[in-house]
């Protein structure tokens, strides 16, 4: 069975960093894009980035653009989100994705086939 699993999640202060791991088991995650969402209570899920399966084409909404940064590490099999400048609308439980059909390019808005549970980011004083 297909697993995704993040990681890094935590407690920040206003203004710091953090980052997140998303790893697969099952499946490698090479020419899968992988997308970033968040969901914080009472909101609807947001799509945060994504970078397609060739890691050629990035995205990020408008709420994270130039402080968040997403990479994948083909040696370790592993895509990160390197997250800056953090405040507290950060706060959310995020959620990694893979998608297989999206190798050239990707967005938040594509359907994504296989979801990880979640890891809590909490930015608070």
């Known amino acids: 069975q297909v697993q995704l699993v993040e990681s890094g999640g935590g407690l920040v202060q206003p203004g710091g960093s953090l980052a997140l791991s998303c790893t697969a088991s099952?499946?490698?995650?090479?020419?899968?894009?992988i997308g970033w969402f968040r969901q914080a209570p009472g909101k609807q899920r947001e799509g945060v980035s994504c970078?397609?399966?060739?890691?050629?084409?990035?995205y990020y909404a408008d709420s994270v653009k130039g402080r968040f940064t997403i990479s994948r590490d083909s040696a370790k099999k592993t895509v990160y989100l390197q997250m800056s400048s953090l405040n507290p609308e950060d706060t959310a439980i995020y959620y990694c994705?893979?998608?297989?059909?999206?190798?050239?390019?990707?967005?938040?808005?594509?359907?994504?086939?296989?979801w990880g549970q979640g890891t809590q980011v909490t930015v608070s004083s």
């Open positions: 994705a893979a998608e297989s059909a999206l190798y050239y390019f990707c967005s938040a808005d594509d359907e994504y086939a296989w």
């Open positions: 099952g499946l490698s995650l090479d020419g899968f894009a």
């Open positions: 970078i397609s399966g060739d890691g050629g084409s990035t």
